[in-house]
T-cell receptor
Framework: AQSVSQHNHHVILSEAASLELGCNYS??????LFWYVQYPGQHLQLLLK??????LVKGIKGFEAEFIKSKFSFNLRKPSVQWSDTAEYFC????????????FGSGTRLSIRP | DAGVIQSPRHEVTEMGQEVTLRCKPI?????LFWYRQTMMRGLELLIY????????DSGMPEDRFSAKMPNASFSTLKIQPSEPRDSAVYFC????????????FGPGTRLTVT
């Protein structure tokens, strides 16, 4: 069965620090990968997605993620975080054969100190 | 488009009562998803529909939970009878059918069962 692991449950950074959130998935076939963000009190919204091609994908608000197939990883990065990036971040995977179903990781809560 | 609409936004009920949560997907989307979010279990997929037909209900916790989609613009999630452990935020999401399509989430219904 597919699964998604986000090992960092809570990350605390100062403004302007660099960010990397880890995401690993377990599925050997073709996958589609997503990062969603949930700002405090709001619903989830898409940050970025990867289907094929360039393994480095850029999303909104300066975020990017790199797909490393050999490591089954899809880590999220941002060179310099802002206080407004305080949110919960969810990695998600869809196996191509599973139609629309997406499996979400447990989420990483990011707190930014002003 | 107004996005995914959920009602009510907050629901407080007593144990044993029936609870009905409602969702209106984005017009034109033919996949609809119900999720439950708790601190302990994170974001769980309960059930999803394609073209109004339930495709995967393996995440529905037990027989007390049921979901329907009588037409393309409306879905309900019913809990009968409700229990305190059902307290959570319930999200509805919709998308175009297919593994690469972004899911658009509603604002959620915060359910408290006392």
């Amino acid at each position: 069965a597919q699964s998604v692991s986000q090992h960092n449950h809570h990350v605390i950074l100062s403004e302007a620090a660099s960010l990397e959130l880890g995401c690993n998935y377990s599925y050997g076939g073709t996958v589609n990968l997503f990062w969603y963000v949930q700002y405090p009190g709001q619903h989830l919204q898409l940050l970025l997605k990867y289907f094929s091609g360039d393994p480095l994908v850029k999303g909104i608000k300066g975020f990017e993620a790199e797909f490393i197939k050999s490591k089954f990883s899809f880590n999220l990065r941002k060179p310099s975080v802002q206080w407004s990036d305080t949110a919960e971040y969810f990695c998600a995977v869809n196996a191509y054969s599973s139609a629309s179903k997406i499996i979400f990781g447990s989420g990483t809560r990011l707190s930014i100190r002003p | 488009d107004a996005g995914v609409i959920q009602s009510p936004r907050h629901e407080v009920t007593e144990m044993g009562q029936e609870v009905t949560l409602r969702c209106k997907p984005i017009s034109g989307h033919n996949s609809l998803f119900w999720y439950r979010q708790t601190m302990m279990r994170g974001l769980e997929l309960l059930i999803y529909f394609n073209n109004n037909v339930p495709i995967d209900d393996s995440g529905m916790p037990e027989d007390r939970f049921s979901a329907k989609m009588p037409n393309a613009s409306f879905s309900t999630l019913k809990i009968q009878p409700s229990e305190p452990r059902d307290s959570a935020v319930y999200f509805c999401a919709s998308s175009l059918e297919g593994p690469r399509n972004e899911q658009y989430f509603g604002p959620g219904t915060r359910l408290t069962v006392t």
